[in-house]
């Protein structure tokens, strides 16, 4: 199997070649020429057996013995039709660890195959991993990374921006390959700083740098199998059901849930695909943020809106490039499957793309919003919405506490209900642990008399994380040049165990 970038182009990659390159040097990012497997005989249109089936199965199973629950991701009924599927029992207690354990390993299993493969003297490849965090994405890939051979890691956090939890679970990883920065500066500054590392042609090639972000093919291959393994746990309770998509899961239609941060659901709406919404008139019902302004409004940070749930603090969506390539490819002219109907949907994207990025926005013709249509449901939820979620699970018979993440789409979920068949059970992606984001949690449920957070949520492996042995270099101004240096000076002497330092 190949991948090319949903930009066009010929460049075709292997799966090695994709998961180690992450992004596409034209900005795109990398998709499969085929999407294989199917639930339903006589809708085989790809194989699925790559020489390494057993490799990949041994990895597989590296990746998810680090997850604390024997079924990896627990499928619980909460009401008659209503599930969650809890995908946060990894290391840090969110569902990245689905993706980036497994991408450790992979980026681990490919550099020692290479250097394998080295004559003596021969320099054996190294990989620099350099990311920029808000919380969430640093610690899993931290979890995911650390002590891997051949590999260092550096994750930029704004000091004192993230989270209590978020930064202790991140600089109490004191392996020798993971090095934390706590940069004098805003979440912004981390992100131009590691854009800037990435751009340097020179220093890029002297590190080799990866990235750990959701543009990765392997994110999205680790994460489809959750939908598989809800389907055959659901299955096994209930019996068939109808319907397929693209695998051919059987499925009636994936619901897009959204904070006020909301660019997929006006997509949804109107067929627009912009940053900002330009017909905007304020959000009704919006609370204050657990780490913003407490006057009730909310708090905008370069456009972004500060809500309860902040790992969805986004203002475009990355991967929602892939899905726009399936349907450019879908409305295409031309043979199906045909080599020009394939650089037709590259060439629709590419000119899509680089309209969002010249005016800000892009309007699609109205035949792709009703294919996008066909597969996807959208709500946006206030942040009102997701105290209210939160108590109603809690108050429910099984009581539930839901992280406000998970909220969200429990929230829409029962908006969506009340249009669906009455037959249509609902699965809800639960991303994170309440423990995680303690302080949506604390404030939807402090009026309970029956609420106890220490009792009720607290994972014991939190407890003393606060107080752990930490490793964490500071970064007094927000300047690539001194991040430069961090980098140079670790990159030096990797082996060598470097403690903690100031620059
Ligand atoms: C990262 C994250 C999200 C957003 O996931 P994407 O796949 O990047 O859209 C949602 N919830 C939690 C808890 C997260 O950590």
């Known amino acids: 199997m190949k991948y090319f970038s949903t930009r066009g182009g010929r460049e075709r990659l292997s799966f090695e070649e994709t998961v180690l390159t992450g992004l596409a040097p034209d900005g795109g990012l990398y998709i499969p020429e085929h999407i294989p497997l199917s639930l339903r005989a006589g809708k085989q249109n790809g194989k699925t057996t790559p020489s390494s089936t057993s490799e990949l199965r041994a990895l597989a199973e590296k990746s998810y013995s680090t997850f604390r629950h024997p079924q990896i991701t627990p499928l619980k009924k909460l009401g008659e039709k209503t599930y969650v599927l809890e995908l946060f029992h990894g290391p840090t207690f ?73 930064e202790a679970q991140m600089t109490t990883v004191t392996d020798a390959n993971v090095h934390n920065l706590a940069v004098n500066g805003t979440f912004d500054d981390c992100q131009d700083i ?46 068939g059901a109808a319907d397929a998509t693209r695998m051919g899961l059987p499925m009636d239609r994936l619901v897009v849930a959204t904070n ?18 330009s017909t905007d008139v304020g959000d009704a019902g919006v609370v204050a943020p657990a780490h913003g302004a407490s006057d009730g409004k909310q708090t905008s940070v370069g456009g972004v809106k500060e809500t309860l749930s902040p790992a969805m603090d986004i203002l475009v969506s990355s991967n929602f490039e892939r899905l726009l390539w399936y349907l450019a490819y879908e409305g295409a002219a031309g043979e199906p499957h045909g080599a020009s109907k394939v650089e037709e949907a590259g060439s629709i994207v590419d000119g899509w793309m680089k309209k969002v990025k010249s005016d800000g926005r892009v309007q699609v013709p109205i035949a ?29 018979e099984p009581s539930y506490v839901a992280d406000p993440h998970t909220a969200v789409g429990l929230c829409a979920a029962r908006i969506i209900a009340t249009h669906n068949a009455p037959s249509t059970v609902q699965i809800v992606l639960s991303t994170a642990h309440p423990a995680k984001f303690s302080e949506a949690v604390t404030r939807a449920l402090e009026s309970s008399a029956h609420f106890n957070f220490e009792r009720d949520v607290l994972p014991d492996e939190f407890k003393g994380l606060l107080d752990r042995e930490r490793r964490v270099i500071d970064v007094e101004a927000p300047e690539v040049e001194l991040v430069k240096k961090v980098i140079e000076r670790f990159a030096e002497s990797e082996q060598a165990a470097g403690g903690a330092g100031s620059v």
């Open 194 to 239: 590691v854009k800037a590392l990435f751009a340097d042609r020179a220093f890029n090639a002297a590190h080799r740098l990866g990235a750990v972000n959701s543009i990765n093919w392997a994110r999205i291959l680790a994460q489809t199998v959750y939908y598989f393994l809800s389907y055959f746990q659901l299955r096994a309770q209930l019996g």
């Open 260 to 277: 006020a941060n909301d660019i997929l659901a006006r997509f949804w709406k109107s067929g627009a695909y912009e940053k900002v919404d």
């Open 368 to 396: 792709v919003v009703e294919l996008a249509r066909r597969d996807f449901l959208a709500e946006r939820i206030s942040d009102q919405q997701t105290l209210e979620t939160i108590r109603y699970y809690f108050e429910s």
């Open 94 to 166: 969110a569902f990245k660890d689905v993706a980036l354990q497994l991408l450790g390993n992979l980026f681990e299993f490919f550099l020692l195959r290479r250097n394998a493969r080295k004559a003596a003297g021969e320099k054996p490849e190294r990989l620099t991993v350099v990311g920029a965090t808000s919380g969430d994405t640093g610690s899993a890939a931290i979890y995911g990374l650390r002590n891997k051979a051949d590999i260092s890691i550096f994750i930029l956090h704004p000091k004192g921006r993230v989270s209590p939890i978020q």
